[in-house]
Every structure is written in C-alpha cells, then in structure tokens.
C-alpha cells in the first residue's frame, strides 16, 4: 500500500464544509500544517474561540474522513482558537497570527461557590505530576523509579509520560511496540513491571521530531489521559515535561491533581528554574507534595569516598525555606544511569540496594500527604439524617 501524504490528506479534508458552511476548510486556511507518522494523521482546525463547542462535529467530521483513507489507522484532530478564523466567503487567504489568548488560562475568576470542579479519570484514585523548572535533573528517571517504588508499596500504579516532545518511558521501561484500540475507542496501555503505561513514544518513531504547537499538545495531553483504559489504579504518576508551559497549564487546569513533586539538583542555577516550577503549581492551586534532591552526592566506587559534585542540601534549604516537604536526597550512582539506559529501573532490578530503599521511603512519604488530603476531604462531607 503507497504511503499517505498530507496532500492525499488535505484533498480529503475538502470535503468537510467550513464555519459558515460556505467552503471547505482546506481552502478557508483553517487546517494547520499536517502531521504524518506510522499510519496516524495529526493536524488541527482554526476556529472561532466562542463557537468551538459548537464546531465539535466539523472536528469530528474532519477526524472521521481522514480515517477513512486508505492506510490511515488513527487521526488526531484539534480544535484551536489562537488564530483569527476567516469568516464564511472570505477570500482564501492564511490567517495571520494574533498574540495567544489567556482567557482559558484565568485563575481568578471562579464561580460562587469555588473554583470549578474538574473532572477525573474514572478507576483512577489520586494523579500526581512529577515536574522540574529545567531539564536535565532526572525528572523522568525519578518518575519510573517513584512509580515503581508506589507499587512496591502495595498500590496498583499507572505512569503517564507527559513530554509529548520528549518521550522517555518507552526507553526506560524497556517497552516496544504500539498499543492497541479496544471497544469505545479506548486505548490499551503498554505494561511492564507490573505498571501500565502511556507515552507518545508508544504512537510515534523514536527519531520523529514531534513539531507541534500548544493546542496540539493539549489534545493529545487529554486524549492519553481520558482515552486509555487505565482500570482500577490508586494512583497515576504523570512525568511532566521540563519547564512551565502548555503541559503544564492543561494539566492544572483539566485534571484535578492531588498534587505535584518537584525534581532538582542541588546547585543553585537548578534551584532558580525549581522554584518556577513551585510557583506555577501554587499559583493553579496544586498542592506541592515535596521536593526531590536528585544526583545529590556520589559515592566513589573503589575508595568510598563522598563527592559533592553539585554541592548538597540546596534542595532541602529550599523546602525548608518556602514551607513544603523535603521528600529525599537520591544519591548520583551508575548504577541509575545504567539500569535507565538499559530499562531496567533500580527499584525493580535492585529492590533491596540502597537506592530503592530511598525511593521507597519518597514513595510512601508522598502517599501519606495524599493519603492525608483523601481523610480531610472525607471528613469535610457532612452526613444529613432526617428523623
């Protein structure tokens, strides 16, 4: 079978009706540019911000007729607004781009009463984030081996890999291959040690460079969230890509979190980015369940001496500083990297070392906060008893 391009593509998209019904939407301007990879179509469609809930089945329309082409196995199509939406029988021209909208970013306006409830997963206990202001730290490496370390506590445990741009899970849980659609359109999760997981490595080629812009990450965030059958879990570790942006906001805003644990080195350039990434989840109102020192010392192998190589404590100081739990100094080993390398994490290759034993002390301290938030909430829901 000849492979698809994005022209056969947006040939095909001619026949969905614009906006105002006047028009398609390819020769209206409001397809993005078309995405490609592994039999799977990605694009989005400009529409006006206040009738997007509206134009739901024009998404729907454009989603449903790509599927139909011959080699396509699955389209992901998203509605976006950050760009003006050429009105109905105007001239075909590309719409120019306007500085992007916070309107769907306010955390300040809230109706009587609260803020708006957020819908949750269904099966899924408790979601918690794992995040850094910066890469490098070992933010996904600490997010496997956390999730592993939850599981070896007794807790059935999901793991999300959230870094759309890049994907690590599939590498450092050792899993190949694509996952499978069952009934209802959901989405199978991979499993491996006992966790399901959820990554767009599973979706795309290691080696496709995922060009996408916020709306895109936003559809695709959701759909990995409340298009996969996850089951029955106490809890879903989310590992968040670096810094404080899309991701980020789509998933403080969408999905009620029970809150965030933030990754850092001990130097103080790490500390400057960590503590964007502590207000940020602040100021959305997510509780941060502690502070990770991650790489915090070295051990040298052969004399047994202790190295600062970042320097140490510098996390902790910062926990102690703004009021939030120090959770656990993760030691900078080589047996991390090359158990990560390899896929095999050291909490389910080494249980019993030292390093596991750490994680597994993070692991139950930060149960016990969400365990904790889960008593309160309970105890807050007053029973009614007519006589």
Do not use: C
Request: net charge neutral; glycine share 10%; aromatic share 4%.
């Amino acid at each position: 079978m000849p492979e698809v391009t994005k022209e056969v593509v947006l040939e095909k998209l001619r026949t969905v009706r614009g906006p105002g019904m006047e028009g398609n939407i390819v020769d209206l301007g409001l397809v993005s540019d078309v995405f490609i990879s592994d039999g799977k179509a990605y694009f989005s469609i400009t529409v006006p911000a206040d009738r997007a809930k509206e134009l739901e089945p024009m998404r729907a329309a454009a989603e449903r007729v790509v599927r139909e082409i011959p080699g396509i196995k699955a389209a992901m199509v998203a509605l976006t607004a950050d760009r003006k939406a050429a009105p109905a029988g105007a001239p075909v021209q590309r719409p120019q781009p306007q500085a992007p909208s916070h309107a769907g970013h306010s955390h300040t306006q809230r109706p009587a009463g609260g803020a708006p409830a957020k819908a949750g997963i269904p099966g899924v206990g408790a979601i918690i984030a794992v995040a850094s202001g910066k890469g490098g730290v070992g933010k996904s490496t600490t997010s496997v081996n956390l999730a592993l370390a939850l599981k070896a506590n007794g807790l059935k445990v999901g793991l999300l890999d959230a870094d759309i741009y890049g994907p690590s899970m599939p590498r450092l849980l050792k899993i190949s291959g694509r996952p499978q659609q069952i009934e209802g359109r959901l989405i199978r999760p991979m499993e491996n040690y006992g966790l399901k997981v959820m990554s767009m490595g599973f979706l795309v080629d290691e080696e496709v460079a995922m060009i996408w812009r916020g709306p895109m990450i936003q559809s695709a965030l959701l759909q990995m969230l409340r298009e996969v059958a996850w089951g029955d879990l106490d809890v879903l570790v989310v590992d968040m890509p670096p810094g404080t942006g899309d991701a980020q906001l789509t998933m403080a805003q969408q999905v009620p979190l029970a809150g965030a644990v933030i990754v850092s080195t001990p130097q103080d350039l790490a500390l400057i980015d960590a503590r964007k990434g502590l207000a940020m989840f602040r100021k959305v109102e997510v509780p941060v369940l502690g502070i990770v020192e991650n790489m915090s010392y070295f051990i040298a192998p052969d004399t047994g001496n202790r190295y600062d190589i970042f320097g140490h404590g510098g996390a902790r100081k910062e926990a102690e500083r703004i009021g939030v739990p120090f959770l656990g100094e993760v030691p900078l080993t080589m047996g991390i990297r090359e158990t990560s390398d390899a896929g095999t994490p050291l909490v389910a290759s080494d249980p019993t070392g030292e390093v596991a034993r750490i994680y597994r002390d993070i692991a139950t301290k930060v149960w016990e906060q969400i365990s904790a938030q889960q008593q309160d909430k309970s105890r807050a829901a007053p029973t009614i008893v007519f006589e």
